[in-house]
Nanobody, 119 residues
Framework: QVQLVESGGGLVQPGGSLRLSCAVS???????????MSWYRQAPGKQRESVAA???????RYADSVKARFTISRDNAKNTLYLQMNTLEPEDTAVYYC??????????WGQGTQVTVSS
């Protein structure tokens, strides 16, 4: 079993920044061994969508809507995944979820953290 706990969400004005964290614990040696870790988001009335992904090899992928504004990273010593979000827009308002894809050993989700961008 793997547990994911997100934090760092909140209310921010347009143009502002937030950093989300996802603490990973459980039956893993290191977050760096997880094949793919991702951030997803789900806005009211919309489907959950992938925002950013980070592979164990260090490759990153971003949704077009967040490229150049969001950065995904990890701290292996702290077993924590991050999402640095800059130049936030009202359209970024959503619940943000951390996801770990462990291949044969299954997929895991966090409980989500609310991000609201509003003046």
């Amino acid at each position: 079993q793997v547990q994911l706990v997100e934090s760092g969400g909140g209310l921010v004005q347009p143009g502002g920044s937030l950093r989300l964290s996802c603490a990973v614990s459980g039956d893993i040696f290191s977050i760096s061994t997880i094949p793919v870790m991702s951030w997803y988001r789900q806005a009211p009335g919309k489907q959950r969508e992938s925002v950013a992904a980070l592979t164990s090899g260090g490759t990153t992928r971003y949704a077009d809507s967040v490229k150049a504004r969001f950065t995904i990273s990890r701290d292996n010593a702290k077993n924590t995944l991050y999402l640095q979000m800059n130049t936030l827009e009202p359209e970024d308002t959503a619940v943000y979820y951390c996801h770990a894809a462990l291949g044969y050993f299954g997929d895991y989700w966090g409980q989500g953290t609310q991000v609201t961008v509003s003046s």
